[in-house]
T-cell receptor
Framework: GAGVSQSPRYKVTKRGQDVALRCDPI?????LYWYRQALGQGPEFLTY????????KSGLPNDRFSAERPEGSISTLTIQRTEQRDSAMYRC?????????????FGNGTRLTVT | LAKTTQPISMDSYEGQEVNITCSHN???????ITWYQQFPSQGPRFIIQ???TKVTNEVASLFIPADRKSSTLSLPRVSLSDTAVYYC?????????????FGTGTRLKVLA
């Protein structure tokens, strides 16, 4: 079946612009995660949803970052007034959440470049 | 949250068995141990998961001692295509650990 889909695959934007990154999780997966990954580093946790509820947003760097999942399926990560330091790979993952050991399934990510 | 510590890098030759050990001294009672593999330009991919003793699947084995303060991922007879970064994570929703934390991982390089 289809895996986690992220769009766009690449995004180049100018400093100060807003961007919206989309994640379409595996159908039926109740849990959705956003991570950010710098080159040569492990994924850095940003936020987590259980159904439509944002359970943890402690990893969001500042108030320019926000995320939503209004219907418990597709999620959008929005970065307002982008800065060059926001340049990174943004990865979404979903899990079935149906059992205590549900693994994460990752998408291929969105590469964001802020010029 | 249980923190994990892994070697930063390892080299091996094709056909050898590779063992990567992860330390997680503060693992909680309900935490599971999960390993992911990541190739360049791809997202991490689930390899194996366990709670205690030994788990084996078609890709790898996972050894967990009785105290669960560490775990060892074993890759039998590695090939060049096993060159990747391997991450060890601990946590489980039932223990309240929804925030799965990735460390820097172990960069495995398989040489011909």
């Amino acid at each position: 079946g289809a895996g986690v889909s992220q769009s766009p695959r690449y995004k180049v934007t100018k400093r100060g612009q807003d961007v919206a990154l989309r994640c379409d999780p595996i159908s039926g997966h109740v849990s959705l995660y956003w991570y950010r990954q710098a080159l040569g580093q492990g994924p850095e946790f940003l936020t987590y949803f259980n159904y439509e509820a944002q359970q943890d947003k402690s990893g969001l760097p500042n108030d320019r970052f926000s995320a939503e999942r209004p219907e418990g399926s597709i999620s959008t990560l929005t970065i307002q007034r982008t800065e060059q330091r926001d340049s990174a790979m943004y990865r979404c993952a979903s899990s079935s959440g149906s059992s205590y050991n549900s693994p994460l399934h990752f998408g291929n990510g969105t590469r964001l470049t802020v010029t | 949250l249980a923190k994990t510590t892994q070697p930063i890098s390892m080299d091996s030759y094709e056909g050898q068995e590779v063992n990567i050990t992860c330390s997680h001294n503060n693992i909680a009672t309900n935490d599971y141990i999960t390993w992911y593999q990541q190739f360049p330009s791809q997202g991490p991919r689930f390899i194996i998961q366990g709670y205690k003793t030994k788990v084996t699947n078609e890709v790898a084995s996972l050894f967990i001692p009785a105290d669960r303060k560490s775990s060892t991922l074993s890759l039998p007879r590695v090939s060049l295509s096993d060159t990747a970064v391997y991450y060890c994570l601990v946590g489980a929703p039932t223990s309240g650990t929804y925030k799965y934390i990735f460390g820097t991982g172990t960069r495995l390089k398989v040489l011909a």
